[in-house]
């Protein structure tokens, strides 16, 4: 079981910036890649950006690259979001979770708000 610990949510304006972090509880942290994801108001959670275990290998939604980066530090068994560039269309509670041998696993963190206003 895995669990996960986000902080670094909360209120800029546009063009502002945040960095999450999300904190794992769990053995061998770096054999799990590991992803963010958001659920703006009134939508559904979807992916945001992801890492692989070794950190060589990212990959982001459309609606985010180029101005959030995802990282990892597996001595800390923590991972990253560095957001740049905020728009208002990035404001959503934010999420961390983990992944398998290419399988999501149920275990979320607990949420982090991210509002951008105009």
């Known amino acids: 079981q895995v669990q996960l610990v986000d902080s670094g949510g909360g209120e800029v304006e546009s063009g502002g910036s945040l960095r999450l972090s999300c904190v794992a509880s769990?053995?061998?942290?770096?054999?799990?890649?590991m992803g963010w994801f958001r659920q703006p108001p009134g939508k559904e959670r979807e992916f945001v950006a992801g890492?692989?275990?070794?950190?060589?290998?990212?990959k982001y939604a459309d609606s985010v690259r180029g101005r959030f980066t995802i990282s990892r530090d597996n001595t800390k068994k923590t991972v990253y979001l560095q957001m740049n560039n905020l728009k208002p269309e990035d404001t959503a509670v934010y999420y961390c979770?983990?992944?398998?041998?290419?399988?999501?696993?149920?275990?979320w963190s607990q949420g982090t708000q991210v509002t951008v206003s105009s």
């Open positions: 979770r983990a992944s398998f041998n290419g399988n999501w696993l149920d275990s």
């Open positions: 890492i692989a275990y070794t950190a060589y290998t990212t």
């Open positions: 769990v053995r061998n942290f770096n054999t799990y890649a």
